[in-house]
Nanobody
Framework: QVQVVESGGALVQAGGSLRLSCTAS???????LGWFRQALGMEREGVAA???????MYADSVKGRLTISKDSTKSISYLQMTSLKPEDSAMYYC???????????????????WGQGTQVTVSS
């Protein structure tokens, strides 16, 4: 089982920036990595993913504001968040699956391994 651990969540003002990190117990080049978020009372929502081959995918609501990347040498994925809005407030989760994920990246059931989450709160 692959273990993933998120970090970097914080309280930030609207318009600010934040970088989340996901550290994995595997070599990132062989896995796809995804970021999801879940606000209280809401379903878990896929926000970004990076496939094993490096292809990136984003939810429409975050395009242009969030950037996903990975450092395969360190088995770390980053989610750079800019121009944050109060509606971005949520628990953010990192997920992993072997191989290159495709169109199904937005579905939580497409991912095998999950972290415990890191809280992001954006104040207005």
């Amino acid at each position: 089982q692959v273990q993933v651990v998120e970090s970097g969540g914080a309280l930030v003002q609207a318009g600010g920036s934040l970088r989340l990190s996901c550290t994995a117990s595997y070599y990132a080049y062989s896995y796809s990595l995804g970021w999801f978020r879940q606000a209280l009372g809401m379903e878990r929502e896929g926000v970004a993913a990076i496939a094993g081959d490096g292809e990136t995918m984003y939810a429409d609501s975050v395009k242009g504001r969030l950037t996903i990347s990975k450092d395969s040498t360190k088995s770390i994925s980053y989610l750079q968040m800019t121009s944050l809005k109060p509606e971005d407030s949520a628990m953010y989760y990192c997920a992993a699956v072997r191989g290159s994920i495709g169109w199904s990246w937005k579905y939580p059931t497409s991912w095998n391994d999950w972290g415990q989450g890191t809280q992001v709160t954006v104040s207005s």
